[in-house]
Protein backbone atom coordinates (compact mmCIF):
# COMPACT_ATOMS: atom_id res chain seq x y z
CA UNK A 1 0.00 0.00 0.00
CA UNK A 2 1.65 3.38 -0.84
CA UNK A 3 2.35 5.78 1.87
CA UNK A 4 0.21 8.57 0.99
CA UNK A 5 2.96 11.19 0.90
CA UNK A 6 1.87 13.58 -2.12
CA UNK A 7 2.05 17.12 -2.04
CA UNK A 8 1.95 19.46 -4.69
CA UNK A 9 4.03 23.07 -4.85
CA UNK A 10 3.32 25.82 -7.04
CA UNK A 11 6.12 28.29 -7.83
CA UNK A 12 6.94 31.39 -10.56
CA UNK A 13 9.85 30.71 -12.82
CA UNK A 14 11.97 33.38 -11.38
CA UNK A 15 10.94 35.55 -8.09
CA UNK A 16 9.20 39.05 -8.07
CA UNK A 17 11.51 41.73 -9.05
CA UNK A 18 14.03 39.62 -11.84
CA UNK A 19 13.88 40.89 -15.21
CA UNK A 20 11.26 39.07 -17.41
CA UNK A 21 12.33 37.06 -20.14
CA UNK A 22 11.70 38.35 -23.95
CA UNK A 23 8.49 36.43 -24.71
CA UNK A 24 6.33 36.38 -28.13
CA UNK A 25 3.08 37.75 -28.29
CA UNK A 26 0.31 36.58 -26.47
CA UNK A 27 2.52 34.83 -24.34
CA UNK A 28 3.53 35.16 -20.72
CA UNK A 29 5.56 33.82 -18.08
CA UNK A 30 3.97 30.59 -16.00
CA UNK A 31 4.00 28.50 -12.94
CA UNK A 32 5.19 24.88 -12.62
CA UNK A 33 3.55 22.73 -10.01
CA UNK A 34 5.97 20.10 -9.06
CA UNK A 35 4.12 16.63 -7.34
CA UNK A 36 6.15 14.37 -5.26
CA UNK A 37 4.91 10.89 -4.21
CA UNK A 38 6.65 8.29 -1.90
CA UNK A 39 5.10 4.77 -2.07
CA UNK A 40 5.93 0.94 -0.61
CA UNK A 41 4.81 -1.68 -2.88
CA UNK A 42 3.44 -1.08 -6.31
CA UNK A 43 3.39 2.28 -7.70
CA UNK A 44 0.01 4.08 -7.47
CA UNK A 45 -1.85 4.17 -11.16
CA UNK A 46 -3.41 7.43 -9.99
CA UNK A 47 -1.10 9.22 -7.32
CA UNK A 48 -3.12 12.56 -8.23
CA UNK A 49 -6.23 10.57 -6.08
CA UNK A 50 -4.03 10.42 -2.93
CA UNK A 51 -4.58 13.16 0.19
CA UNK A 52 -2.41 15.93 -0.03
CA UNK A 53 -0.76 16.72 3.04
CA UNK A 54 0.52 19.66 4.45
CA UNK A 55 4.03 21.07 3.95
CA UNK A 56 7.26 20.43 5.35
CA UNK A 57 7.29 22.67 8.48
CA UNK A 58 11.12 23.47 7.58
CA UNK A 59 11.40 26.48 6.31
CA UNK A 60 14.43 26.59 3.28
CA UNK A 61 15.96 30.00 2.30
CA UNK A 62 18.21 31.00 0.29
CA UNK A 63 21.31 33.09 1.46
CA UNK A 64 23.73 35.65 0.07
CA UNK A 65 26.32 34.34 1.85
CA UNK A 66 27.44 31.08 3.67
CA UNK A 67 30.36 30.42 5.55
CA UNK A 68 31.26 32.20 8.42
CA UNK A 69 35.18 33.65 9.76
CA UNK A 70 35.57 35.33 12.53
CA UNK A 71 38.58 35.89 15.25
CA UNK A 72 38.91 35.25 19.15
CA UNK A 73 41.97 35.30 21.49
CA UNK A 74 41.47 33.00 24.75
CA UNK A 75 43.52 34.34 27.77
CA UNK A 76 44.69 30.86 30.06
CA UNK A 77 44.21 33.21 33.28
CA UNK A 78 40.79 32.83 32.79
CA UNK A 79 40.43 29.05 33.28
CA UNK A 80 37.37 27.16 31.15
CA UNK A 81 36.38 28.96 28.75
CA UNK A 82 33.76 28.86 26.06
CA UNK A 83 32.08 29.59 22.72
CA UNK A 84 28.78 28.70 21.55
CA UNK A 85 27.74 28.05 18.43
CA UNK A 86 24.83 27.17 16.15
CA UNK A 87 22.59 28.03 18.91
CA UNK A 88 19.59 29.24 17.74
CA UNK A 89 18.45 32.18 15.32
CA UNK A 90 17.98 35.77 16.72
CA UNK A 91 14.62 35.72 18.76
CA UNK A 92 14.13 32.79 19.38
CA UNK A 93 14.55 30.28 21.92
CA UNK A 94 18.09 29.76 23.68
CA UNK A 95 19.51 32.14 21.22
CA UNK A 96 22.64 33.50 22.06
CA UNK A 97 24.98 33.81 18.58
CA UNK A 98 28.05 35.70 17.80
CA UNK A 99 27.95 39.06 15.77
CA UNK A 100 26.76 38.82 12.46
CA UNK A 101 26.71 34.81 13.16
CA UNK A 102 22.85 35.01 11.82
CA UNK A 103 22.14 36.41 8.20
CA UNK A 104 18.40 36.90 6.96
CA UNK A 105 17.81 35.27 3.53
CA UNK A 106 14.06 34.29 2.10
CA UNK A 107 12.16 31.58 1.34
CA UNK A 108 13.49 29.63 -1.95
CA UNK A 109 9.62 28.67 -2.50
CA UNK A 110 8.05 31.77 -2.52
CA UNK A 111 10.93 34.49 -2.60
CA UNK A 112 9.37 36.71 -0.42
CA UNK A 113 9.72 35.86 3.36
CA UNK A 114 12.78 36.40 4.84
CA UNK A 115 14.00 33.23 6.65
CA UNK A 116 17.11 32.46 9.18
CA UNK A 117 18.44 29.08 8.63
CA UNK A 118 17.81 28.21 12.37
CA UNK A 119 21.07 26.39 13.63
CA UNK A 120 22.76 27.21 10.95
CA UNK A 121 22.95 23.85 9.44
CA UNK A 122 25.82 23.40 6.70
CA UNK A 123 27.63 26.49 7.73
CA UNK A 124 31.63 26.12 7.92
CA UNK A 125 33.27 28.26 10.25
CA UNK A 126 36.39 29.14 10.00
CA UNK A 127 37.99 30.31 13.22
CA UNK A 128 41.46 31.97 13.28
CA UNK A 129 42.18 31.51 17.75
CA UNK A 130 45.04 32.94 19.47
CA UNK A 131 45.78 31.59 22.98
CA UNK A 132 47.56 34.38 25.31
CA UNK A 133 49.59 32.93 28.20
CA UNK A 134 52.66 33.71 30.30
CA UNK A 135 54.91 31.63 32.11
CA UNK A 136 55.89 28.18 31.84
CA UNK A 137 54.68 25.46 29.53
CA UNK A 138 51.25 25.00 30.25
CA UNK A 139 48.53 22.47 27.96
CA UNK A 140 44.98 23.60 26.74
CA UNK A 141 42.38 21.11 25.86
CA UNK A 142 39.81 21.64 23.29
CA UNK A 143 36.58 19.59 23.61
CA UNK A 144 33.05 20.10 21.93
CA UNK A 145 29.86 19.67 23.97
CA UNK A 146 26.78 19.19 22.26
CA UNK A 147 24.29 21.14 24.18
CA UNK A 148 21.73 21.63 21.86
CA UNK A 149 21.05 16.99 21.51
CA UNK A 150 23.59 14.25 20.13
CA UNK A 151 25.11 13.26 17.20
CA UNK A 152 28.35 12.66 15.30
CA UNK A 153 31.28 15.67 14.61
CA UNK A 154 33.83 17.04 12.91
CA UNK A 155 36.75 19.52 13.48
CA UNK A 156 40.29 20.68 11.89
CA UNK A 157 42.35 22.28 13.95
CA UNK A 158 45.18 23.50 11.84
CA UNK A 159 44.02 20.94 8.71
CA UNK A 160 44.59 18.43 11.05
CA UNK A 161 40.96 15.93 10.97
CA UNK A 162 39.23 14.72 14.03
CA UNK A 163 35.96 12.49 13.94
CA UNK A 164 34.66 11.99 17.21
CA UNK A 165 31.88 8.97 18.39
CA UNK A 166 28.39 9.63 18.94
CA UNK A 167 28.61 12.15 21.66
CA UNK A 168 25.26 13.40 23.75
CA UNK A 169 24.65 16.35 25.77
CA UNK A 170 25.73 15.23 28.73
CA UNK A 171 29.14 14.68 27.91
CA UNK A 172 32.08 16.55 25.78
CA UNK A 173 34.20 15.12 23.25
CA UNK A 174 38.09 16.02 23.35
CA UNK A 175 39.41 16.68 20.12
CA UNK A 176 42.91 18.00 20.61
CA UNK A 177 45.02 19.89 23.37
CA UNK A 178 47.98 22.45 22.72
CA UNK A 179 51.20 22.95 24.32
CA UNK A 180 51.84 27.38 24.67
CA UNK A 181 55.17 28.56 26.22
CA UNK A 182 54.46 32.05 26.55
CA UNK A 183 52.71 34.89 24.03
CA UNK A 184 50.40 33.92 21.59
CA UNK A 185 50.23 30.70 20.17
CA UNK A 186 47.99 30.61 16.96
CA UNK A 187 45.99 27.81 15.45
CA UNK A 188 42.96 27.47 12.83
CA UNK A 189 40.17 25.93 13.79
CA UNK A 190 37.34 24.71 11.44
CA UNK A 191 33.53 22.93 11.98
CA UNK A 192 29.89 22.96 11.13
CA UNK A 193 27.42 21.12 12.14
CA UNK A 194 26.82 17.69 9.89
CA UNK A 195 23.40 16.64 8.93
CA UNK A 196 21.76 14.16 10.89
CA UNK A 197 23.56 16.31 14.89
CA UNK A 198 21.37 18.41 16.42
CA UNK A 199 22.60 21.85 17.43
CA UNK A 200 24.08 24.42 19.35
CA UNK A 201 27.14 23.10 20.25
CA UNK A 202 30.03 24.63 22.73
CA UNK A 203 33.72 24.69 22.26
CA UNK A 204 35.61 24.26 25.30
CA UNK A 205 38.82 25.29 26.10
CA UNK A 206 40.55 24.09 29.36
CA UNK A 207 43.65 25.30 30.27
CA UNK A 208 45.70 22.44 32.29
CA UNK A 209 43.10 19.26 31.39
CA UNK A 210 45.20 17.04 29.41
CA UNK A 211 43.89 13.53 28.28
CA UNK A 212 40.75 12.16 26.45
Aim: proline content about 9%; overall charge negative.
Amino acid sequence: MPINLFQTLAAAFSPEGEERPNLPCGFSPGTATVSTVAYIGDQPSDPVSLPVLPGDTHIRGTFAHANRSGVFTIPTTGGLQYLSVDTSAPGKKYSNPMPNEYELGVDSVDWGTQVYDDGNYGVVYNFQVAFQSSGPSQTIALLMQPSGGAGHYVAFTDRQEALSPYVTYQSAWWFNEMTLRGGLTRIDLQLTLPGGAAGPQKLLFDPGFTGQ
